[in-house]
């Protein structure tokens, strides 16, 4: 079994390896950890896998929009997290439609598939769990090998965190690392067999994902003078409705929900690690009036900002 990583159109192999059928291996858990840079996109994987499962947790740092194509030699079944960044992202079933992830959201039903063909912007990482479908059919008695339906994708919730995280980094060696992860995914399985049918998430054209995240970039540059709906829907060239729905979407907040968590994400680094005053921060964030960035400060932080820039 081959598991091969390329870029997208070019089919330049960024990395490949080759397994045994079904991900046998003759340790009780295989690993590779690789950090390398290829044509200016920096790479770090790091991979698990044992008998029916390949757990890959794959970092990417671009420097602009890469695209990529992820392929299987073997058809398999992927449930995709995404644990800082976005990917956007669609199966060899969805040629002109892309979904979407950012941080701490999830994909359970990736479907069975081949190659799946993603974008990145900015760094991402995202963990990827593939199963073979002898080993899924297996694990659920064979009641959903053949009814994986496309549902909305849903924020990861602590639970769930906690089990990627101890997937991520089991605390365990040998036969009882083995017995560990496997449970976890079990937890996993058992998650996506009771989830409930959600209203089906929309498929967002590519180049409409490609407006949007350039109407983000935009947000992120401007703070002092935001644009309003109307005119960022215009310099990106997309209608407003558009532009708001998928923007939420997305990005996971309104557009204007997003303005004000970058604006208090960028005053707490001002005034915690470059201990500028209150009244600075209040106007490099775009507040008019320092009395109004203090209410909205301390209503998301529950601190009063001028207790962060103190040595």
């Known amino acids: 079994m081959e598991v091969k990583l390329s870029t997208h159109p070019t089919g330049n192999i960024v990395y490949k390896n080759t397994y045994p059928d079904n991900f046998d291996s003759i340790n009780d858990v295989s690993e590779t950890v690789l950090a390398f840079e290829k044509d200016g996109v920096k790479y770090h994987i790091k991979e698990k896998w044992f008998r029916g499962i390949h757990i890959g947790i794959t970092e990417i740092h671009p420097h602009k929009e890469e695209n990529f194509c992820f392929e299987s030699s073997q058809q398999h079944i992927g449930f995709?997290?995404?644990?800082?960044?976005?990917?956007?992202?669609?199966?060899d079933r969805q040629q002109d439609a892309f979904l979407s992830l950012t941080k701490n959201e999830q994909d359970f039903n990736i479907g069975r598939v081949n190659s799946m063909r993603f974008n990145v912007t900015l760094k991402t990482r995202?963990?990827?769990?593939?199963f073979t479908s002898d080993y899924f059919r297996?694990?659920?008695?064979?009641?959903?090998?053949?009814?994986?339906?496309?549902?909305?994708?849903?924020s990861i919730t602590p639970e769930i965190g906690l089990i990627l995280q101890q997937i991520i980094y089991p605390k365990y060696e040998g036969r009882v690392k083995r017995l560990?992860?496997?449970?976890?995914?079990f937890e996993l399985i058992i998650v996506y067999i009771n989830q409930k049918p959600e209203k089906q998430t929309r498929l967002l054209k590519k180049e409409d994902v490609e407006k949007i995240l350039l109407a983000k970039q935009l947000v992120e540059y401007d703070l002092q003078h935001p644009n309003s709906l109307i005119e960022l829907s215009r310099r990106v060239g997309i209608n407003d409705y558009k532009l708001k729905r998928g923007f939420k979407e997305l990005i996971g907040h309104t557009v204007f929900g997003y303005l004000y968590k970058i604006r208090m994400e960028k005053a707490h680094y001002f005034l915690s690690?470059?201990?500028?005053?209150?009244?600075?921060?209040?106007?490099?964030?775009?507040?008019?009036?320092p009395q109004h960035f203090i209410t909205a400060f301390k209503k998301h932080y529950n601190i009063l900002p001028g207790s962060l820039n103190k040595s």
């Open 180 to 185: 560990f992860l496997e449970a976890r995914i």
């Open 138 to 154: 297996q694990v659920t008695g064979g009641k959903l090998d053949n009814d994986i339906k496309s549902e909305i994708s849903k």
């Open 80 to 91: 995709l997290f995404c644990l800082n960044g976005a990917i956007n992202y669609g199966n």
């Open 126 to 130: 995202y963990l990827y769990i593939q």
């Open 273 to 289: 690690s470059e201990k500028k005053t209150v009244n600075e921060v209040s106007f490099l964030v775009g507040y008019k009036n």
